[in-house]
């Protein structure tokens, strides 16, 4: 009997300690443990890594043509052209010596982190310091077929920035309350009646989306297969290996520009040991965040995680590393801190499924392995229908595998690489993709969009 009881109390501790930091509301999806493919692409980081700027640099958003060259390792080159601004208020310090922009409705040190383009419009998911990572933002909304006609008009800005600047003052979010959508209303018929019909244009073209709860704002994407935008909302700055850290994973109106759905997940993943030759052990590895996000067009959705940077320490690594530069203008300074001696981060790429009815996560695996990519922070994953690829953002570099080759046997020809040739070191913060394949670059201080005159390789 007091066996029978003993058992009985540690099954139930045992439920209440697995069950505990989970929380009621969570679903937790665990990892196949299967060990992907592996891609080793030192040999192109060597000449081509792009190191992530002790301090960013910053460029004034001030009318001026703007153009960033971007070169592959097979010597093709393409430009990227400032297309335009993303958002345009008074310039404010930062508290991190970074420039930004502080935007009525979107908040102080507002910021992009994340960028989808499906048919005529560009949505920026942007985010504003609260808490951290604990971040509150809205999601701006461009109708690139009214803007394809304002900007890049004679490679002149100038009017684009002051017709911004003149238009913000009108632009109210998108409201569910009566007396929100009577403001809004009021200041549509104004800016009809006070701006004049260039500006009114540029004015008509953006709309501001109610704000929500978005975390870091990065993982940020569109799922083709429903129709829905998706984000990623964590809190926190890296995945933690010890202990259960739910995120809510958002299902985002293209109307509404606000969740619809919300599911509260841990990802988590399990490695299986086999002790004394025959017993089998499953223990957890890690919890996972989802720090990107994308979707292919069969509705697959994808993350990474980077994990261990190489650093060269002593003179005699550094010297050797330096050594690895071999293209003119690639060699980091100073200005690099440590990251001026630091290889390429090896990277796990992950791929998740639905259930048929997408009201849950059926299934999440690793499927790709790249060691020692081409920028040392990543920044954001994208995906070209027309190419059928997936891609990695980094600080002012990129590098795209065929979605086809994931978790199979691939060449390094395979694979291709894009760095932008600029003195200036800026902060990308993803890449929207067009149909026909040209790319639109999201940098920040100050936010901007540069697009490709070609498409994206």
């Not at 153009?67 to 310039?91: C, W």
């Not at 569109?222 to 964590?234: E, G, Q």
């Not at 004394?276 to 223990?283: G, M, N, Q, R």
């Not at 760095?419 to 890449?431: C, T």
């Amino acid at each position: 009997m007091i066996n029978k009881q003993w058992m009985k109390v540690a099954a139930l501790t045992m439920v209440g300690i697995t069950l505990l930091p989970l929380g009621a509301e969570a679903t937790t999806v665990n990892i196949q443990a299967k060990t992907p493919k592996k891609v080793n692409t030192i040999s192109i980081t060597k000449k081509w890594f792009r190191p992530r700027g002790k301090h960013y640099d910053s460029v004034p958003v001030n009318g001026t043509k703007a153009n960033y060259l971007g070169t592959t390792e097979k010597g093709i080159h393409y430009m990227f052209s400032r297309y335009g601004f993303l958002a345009d208020g008074k310039p404010v310090n930062g508290t991190h010596k970074y420039k930004y922009n502080k935007i009525k409705y979107i908040g102080k040190y507002g910021e992009p982190q994340g960028v989808v383009i499906y048919k005529k419009y560009m949505y920026v998911q942007m985010s504003f310091r609260h808490n951290g990572n604990k971040r509150k933002g809205r999601i701006v909304r461009y109708d690139l077929s009214k803007l394809d006609k304002l900007i890049n008009k004679n490679g002149k800005y100038d009017k684009v920035v002051r017709g911004l600047q003149k238009a913000r003052k009108y632009i109210y979010p998108l409201s569910n309350s009566k007396s929100g959508q009577k403001k809004r209303g009021k200041l549509q018929r104004a800016a009809h009646k006070h701006l004049s019909s260039y500006n009114y244009k540029i004015y008509s073209a953006v709309t501001l989306g109610p704000k929500f709860y978005t975390g870091h704002g990065q993982s940020f994407s569109f799922n083709p297969h429903d129709k829905h935008l998706y984000n990623a909302a964590y809190s926190l700055k890296k995945d933690n290996n010890k202990t259960s850290h739910p995120f809510k994973f958002q299902k985002i109106s293209l109307t509404k520009l606000k969740p619809v759905k919300t599911w509260t997940l841990n990802i988590r993943e399990r490695k299986t040991k086999i002790w004394f030759w025959f017993f089998p052990k499953t223990y957890t590895k890690a919890y996972l965040q989802m720090h990107d996000l994308t979707f292919d067009k069969a509705g697959n959705f994808y993350f990474s995680r980077a994990y261990k940077d190489k650093v060269a320490t002593n003179k005699k690594d550094i010297k050797k590393r330096m050594g690895e530069y071999t293209k003119k203008g690639y060699k980091p300074g100073s200005k690099f801190g440590a990251y001026k001696n630091s290889y390429g981060r090896n990277t796990i790429i992950y791929r998740g499924k639905f259930n048929k009815k997408g009201t849950k996560i059926s299934s999440i695996s690793m499927v790709q392995r790249v060691t020692r990519a081409i920028g040392s922070q990543n920044q954001g994953l994208a995906y070209s229908g027309s190419k059928n690829k997936l891609f990695l953002i980094y600080d002012n570099a990129f590098m795209s595998i065929p979605v086809k080759k994931l978790n199979h046997k691939m060449k390094l020809k395979e694979l291709n690489f894009t760095v932008l040739k600029s003195n200036v070191y800026r902060e990308s913060e993803g890449m929207g993709i067009r149909s026909g394949g040209k790319g639109y670059l999201v940098m920040n201080r100050f936010a901007e969009v540069a697009k490709s005159n070609k498409a994206v390789r």
